[in-house]
């Protein structure tokens, strides 16, 4: 599913809750929840009323790859490839019927034991660099005429110095372990935004490929050089803003490694149209995050990033989204074909390597090589409106230093003409019709998704397209689109074409309060009046839910309705492990990756909006009320690839049928469910479990563990996904987290919810909701949080409101309310209790009261207060609350 039509760039005071709380306890399953506490007294008849009250989303997960070896796995068929990638393998590249696959030890036994071919392998780049580094660290000249991330910093002050004009690099921002990753801009004004063609190359993502580095070193010192000079190169400076990034991943090249210091492959990590579909930096490594930003900050059209291995250039798509190794092409195939090819032809090498033919040599697109999620070249394309393409430098081991310049020369008169492609198509500046000013717009080609963007400084764009006749279609938030349904290129030179685009009458949202902040005791909930603006010229329709937030430990998904929280946790559940070893019935598996079923569940049970009253269960560690799955290859929740109505304590590849395991599932037929496996296997054998997982009636989840040993704690799912697959929150996935006497309780509710959860409001007007804090599954502490507001507002489709809840036990009540009556005033008295920092008093002619009356008094933060309000004769009742 393509899920990336999206936007590309983004653009409470205290209350209380007085209520009646009944005991609810259901064995030691259900939380038990406070009493409220009256006491009684009369003036006249006065009531006094004692209460405590409180005031009131995508990334992906990765493993860590540092302890992995390089492998070589002999493939059956190309959907061999999808099986290795299930089973965590990194694919590094493919030939034939071979692939050379990074691998965990315990991900190699698994391939192995699924019947896979595969061996250890000599990982000669990586052992190059290492030696290159022991053989020169702490010398004059490390790594010979490599150059060090230190060297790159050197090399690129003294051409800033050298050539003021021409020459500027920055800092994108600090890697895992500190190192800059230094950038560098070439143009003929460099220290001036001018309405010029913006193209980028970057190297080195995968640390132990560094050829690209040099590469992107010698083109920058041949610009530098020969402006002026050659006419290609002057053009370039001229016309251009080169940047280039030599070096992406420096902590991994200092260490010789494929992988960042957090054991991630950075050409994995962005997201992805196919199954990482929200793009945001939240949850992704820090030279992925510099990465996007940097891209997002600048307006780049035409992008290569540099990798060896292989001798190619790799054009989209990378992931086609079914899994499959199968040609993958883009809407605009022809076009990516086009500039691969001119990368390729001054290649003398390349083309004619003909290890690859389809579509012709020495070119190839990616999935059809074989698939990869969450590479750069995809992310570029769907979301920044910028062609890349990922270029294979040299195969086999990394050549010493001396064979360096000629690969520089091999690929010279290629970096310079890949550029020079981006000056063909349309350009011009996009502007308001009115003022003139420049606009942010984007431009969309026929039917195309994925669009071109103009420069928010300059209004300035630029289109790449072959010799044709195009339909182009220009939008700004608050515009009106217009389209150019004929715009003809031809003759190898740009057709201008300047747009001006009319404002229309739009809502503009904002809302009062900016921000939400609430005190809500432990599993309760708290209502704050909140307000939605509408300041603009046209009716806003708004609707809310929590934005995803992920924390250690707990967390919430985007709409999902759910939240989660472990017993590490203050307020967290205790773990209390349920033994049904004597009521429990036995559930037998008799062969692996059964799924058994379906089984009463004794009372109907609330799930994502349906009742289920019957489940299955799942030999690999989970359960759901609908499927019979037999998945063991566990993923990221949500997932469209996992069953439906799927929970999940400990989902991975589990062999419950063996000898020693025991299974149960009993049920008191009222309010609770239990299933519980004990002593269960890895099927690879290196994992011996003990877990089970508790449904109550009240729709809550508790998953708790036993003793889980130490082996094999990272390769599971703990989560939970709805029946469509679009929403769930996972826990963990495949890494490290859970010990030994440990519990994890989902909530099926968010934290913070408006009623009404949607909306319009006519314009220069608003709404009045109400904010629900909800406190269950949240931390004691303060917790951030953020509620998510999505409206026709063309500026603002998304408007992100900061929530903070605090999560305390409630202040004492009041105990010893007196009354003095003086002359015609009530004078009220009482102690000071514990935690309260302020007094609500209340009064009322009514009785019994049961809830608080309409008839406020006054806060005070006083024990004593007169009351001079009231007549003579007057009978009444009072009611003070301790709040906070």
């Known amino acids: 599913m393509d899920c990336s039509n999206q936007i590309k760039k983004s653009v409470a005071d205290s209350s209380f809750r007085s209520y009646i709380i009944r005991l609810n306890y259901a064995g030691n399953l259900e939380e038990n929840m406070n009493h409220r506490h009256w006491i009684l007294s009369r003036v006249a008849i006065i009531m006094i009323m004692v209460t405590f009250t409180c005031a009131a989303q995508a990334a992906r997960i990765h493993k860590n790859m540092t302890a992995s070896r390089l492998a070589e796995v002999e493939l059956i068929t190309k959907d061999d490839l999808r099986q290795i990638d299930e089973a965590g393998g990194i694919i590094d590249q493919v030939t034939g019927d071979i692939a050379q696959v990074y691998l965990l030890p315990e991900d190699f036994d698994k391939l192995r034991l699924r019947g896979f071919e595969v061996r250890w392998i000599q990982d000669v780049k990586t052992e190059f660099l290492q030696e290159l580094w022991e053989r020169t660290r702490g010398s004059r000249n490390p790594l010979d005429d490599y150059h060090t991330n230190d060297e790159i910093q050197s090399q690129f002050a003294a051409w800033q110095l050298a050539y003021p004009t021409l020459f500027h690099y920055e800092s994108l921002g600090l890697s895992v372990q500190g190192r800059n990753l230094w950038a560098c801009k070439i143009s003929d004004n460099v220290n001036s935004d001018e309405s010029e063609i913006e193209v980028k190359y970057i190297s080195t993502m995968h640390g132990n490929e560094n050829v690209g580095t040099e590469n992107c070193i010698r083109f920058a010192e041949d610009l530098l050089l020969n402006y002026g000079i050659n006419p290609d190169l002057t053009a370039l400076v001229n016309d251009f803003e080169i940047w280039m990034l030599p070096m992406m991943n420096p902590d991994g090249n200092a260490v010789s490694q494929r992988w960042n210091a957090n054991g991630v492959d950075l050409n994995r990590d962005f997201p992805d149209r196919c199954d990482d579909s929200v793009n945001t930096t939240t949850g992704r490594q820090i030279e992925t995050a510099l990465v996007m930003n940097w891209s997002a900050a600048r307006n780049f059209v035409l992008s290569a990033n540099f990798h060896t291995g292989a001798l190619v250039v790799n054009y989209p798509w990378d992931n086609n989204c079914t899994g499959g190794a199968v040609y993958t092409p883009t809407q605009e195939d022809a076009l990516f074909i086009w500039v691969s090819r001119r990368y390729c032809e001054a290649n003398p090498r390349m083309r004619i390597n003909t290890a690859f033919m389809v579509p012709d040599t020495g070119i190839t697109n990616g999935a059809d090589w074989y698939e990869i999620s969450g590479g750069m070249q995809d992310w570029n394309y769907v979301w920044m409106g910028d062609k890349e393409v990922t270029i294979e430098l040299d195969t086999g081991q990394p050549p010493p230093s001396g064979q360096l310049e000629a690969l520089w020369q091999e690929n010279r008169y290629s970096m310079r003409y890949y550029f020079l492609e981006a000056k063909y198509g349309v350009r011009g500046i996009v502007t308001d019709s009115t003022t003139g000013l420049p606009l942010r717009a984007s431009i969309r080609l026929s039917t195309i998704p994925y669009l071109t963007y103009s420069s928010a400084l300059n209004g300035d764009y630029f289109r790449i397209l072959q010799n044709g006749i195009y339909s182009l279609t220009y939008s700004a938030p608050g515009y009106q689109s217009k389209t150019y349904p004929s715009v003809a290129v031809s003759g190898g030179v740009p057709t201008i074409l300047d747009v001006q685009l009319a404002r229309v009458p739009s809502p503009v949202v904002s809302t009062s309060p900016d921000s939400i902040t609430a005190s809500v005791g432990i599993c309760d909930s708290s209502d704050v009046a909140f307000t939605i603006l509408n300041t603009g010229e046209a009716t806003l329709t708004w609707s809310a839910v929590e934005a995803y937030e992920s924390h250690t430990g707990y967390g919430s998904a985007t709409g999902g309705g759910w939240r989660f929280m472990d017993s590490d946790h203050s307020g967290g559940p205790t773990y209390n492990w349920v033994d049904i070893g004597i009521q429990g019935t036995a559930v037998t598996f008799s062969s692996d990756d059964q799924n058994l079923g379906p089984f009463a569940i004794g009372f109907n049970f609330p799930y994502y909006g349906s009742i289920f009253s019957t489940f299955r269960i799942s030999a690999n560690g989970w359960i759901s009320f609908t499927s019979s799955s037999t998945a063991y ?225 006054t806060d005070t933060s006083d024990t004593t207060y007169l009351d001079t309000s009231v007549g003579a004769n007057t009978a009444g009742y009072y009611i003070v609350i301790a709040a906070r």
């Open 633 to 857: 290859v566990n993923t990221y929740l949500p997932d469209n690839g996992a069953p439906e109505n799927l929970i999940a304590p400990w989902w991975d590849d589990l062999s419950p049928h063996r000898v020693g395991t025991i299974v149960r599932r009993y049920t008191n037929n009222a309010d609770s469910l239990i299933v519980s496996f004990q002593n269960v296997q890895s099927y690879s054998g290196s994992g011996l479990y003990n877990f089970e997982l508790i449904l109550l009636a009240s729709g809550k989840i508790l998953f708790q563990y036993a003793n889980m040993g130490s082996n094999r704690l990272n390769s599971s799912t703990i989560g939970i996904q709805n029946s469509v697959k679009d929403k769930g929150s996972t826990v963990v996935y495949n890494a490290l987290y859970i010990h030994n006497n440990m519990a994890i309780s989902f909530c099926p509710n968010s934290m913070i919810a408006l009623l009404p959860a949607s909306g319009s409001v006519p314009p220069q007007s608003s709404q009045i909701v109400v904010a629900r804090l909800k406190s269950c599954c949240v931390p004691n502490g303060l917790t951030n949080g953020t509620l998510a507001i999505t409206s026709n507002d063309p500026v603002t489709p998304l408007l992100n409101v900061p929530v903070t809840i605090d999560v305390s036990l409630p202040p004492d009540p009041v105990t010893d309310l007196s009354i003095i009556v003086e002359s015609s005033d009530v004078r009220l008295r009482w102690s000071p209790t514990s935690l309260a920092t302020y007094y609500k008093i209340y009064r009322s002619s009514m009785w019994p009261v049961e809830a608080i009356p309409g008839s406020f008094v």
